[in-house]
């Protein structure tokens, strides 16, 4: 049952990482809210810079939902383990530069907790 409710969580994240990617791809300056202060919106380069970061998104939303169809429970919560790191590295970023702690904590640090719950879970079913 945990394995089922873990396999759709896990779903619905990634859906929700290829959203957000390709929400971010469209509008760059949307990933301000990242948690970097002082983001220079408006900077065409750093905006070439959101965009990598939105194709990552996709990408790595994409990897999961193409485990989730493909691969195996285990197979599924091991990838989740190993996606978690993203959300760990980004929250280590906002908080290297200074970004609020709503954003280190509430955003980035509560995704990864999120995800490795949901990849226990998963190991565990």
Known sequence: M???IATVLAGLIGVG???MGARAFRAPQAAVGFG??????QDRTFQAW????????I???LLILVVLAGGTTHLL???MLVATAIPVGDALVVRRSGGPGA???GIHGATAAVMLA????????
Do not use: E, F, H, Q
């Open 17 to 19: 990482v290829v959203l």
């Open 2 to 4: 945990l394995g089922n």
């Open 59 to 61: 990408a790595a939303g």
């Open 77 to 79: 919560g091991w990838s």
């Open 103 to 105: 954003a280190v904590y």
């Open 118 to 125: 949901v990849s226990v879970l998963l190991l565990v079913a």
């Open 36 to 41: 970097i202060p002082d983001t220079p919106a």
């Open 50 to 57: 959101l965009s990598v970061k939105a194709v990552r998104d």
